[in-house]
């Protein structure tokens, strides 16, 4: 069996490239979704409940929204993050 791919190339210099941390960076986190949201969908679709119509009819409540909030401005952080030459990261 072959081993899985990577997501982050082993060549120094392509890793050096800001631009190519940041389009890693992202497809890291987009993954993650993914994996994370295909698994979902698969574990309700065997139950029998319909994914859309609940995601639809969903309204977060003030717990989830301010958990929401907390992650998107981790992600933006991290974005910046990937952008700073290694030296500039604090």
């Known amino acids: 069996m072959a081993a899985p791919l990577e997501l982050t190339p082993i060549d120094s210099a392509v890793r050096a490239e800001r631009s190519t941390q940041l389009a ?10 993914k994996d994370r949201l295909m698994t979902l969908e698969a574990v309700l679709s065997a139950k029998g409940e319909s994914v859309s119509a ?4 969903h309204q977060p409540d003030e717990s989830l929204q301010q958990s929401l909030q907390a992650e998107r401005q981790r992600f933006i952080a991290e974005i910046m993050a990937s952008l700073e030459a290694p030296g500039d990261r604090r």
């Open 24 to 33: 890693l960076m992202l497809a890291r986190e987009l993954w993650v979704v």
């Open 54 to 57: 609940m995601l639809d009819a």
